[in-house]
């Protein structure tokens, strides 16, 4: 079975789940990933959309995420239509936000 590891994208800024939650996750989770933008609050996809667009698409290349959800024996069902509505909702932004 896959190990699957978050990537988590937090705000230096955020009021609402501060960033000690962030560091905290991080630290409890080997191999996760954590992506801290300066200067952004609670909504990192309002704060810094280009950087989040570029982090999400950086994580995809290098851990073979797509490969998991499109049904290659990774996950369940509801795992893998996630993951598509999750890769559509990426692409959305990175045409939004990339030249």
């Known amino acids: 079975m896959a190990t699957r590891r978050p990537n988590s ?9 501060p960033i000690a939650h962030g560091y905290a996750a991080h630290a409890a989770v080997p191999g ?12 990192p996809h309002v704060g810094s959309p280009t ?4 982090i999400v698409d950086d994580f995809i290349a290098t851990t ?3 490969r998991a959800w499109r ?8 795992s893998e239509s996630a993951g598509r509505t999750y890769i559509l909702v990426y692409r959305a932004m990175a045409k ?3 030249p």
């Open 9 to 17: 994208i937090w705000g230096e800024r955020d009021r609402i789940i």
């Open 32 to 43: 996760s990933r954590l992506e801290v933008l300066a200067a952004v609050r609670h909504f």
């Open 51 to 54: 950087a989040v667009v570029d």
């Open 64 to 66: 073979g995420t797509v």
């Open 71 to 78: 049904g290659r024996g990774i996950g369940s069902a509801s």
């Open 96 to 98: 939004l936000y990339r």
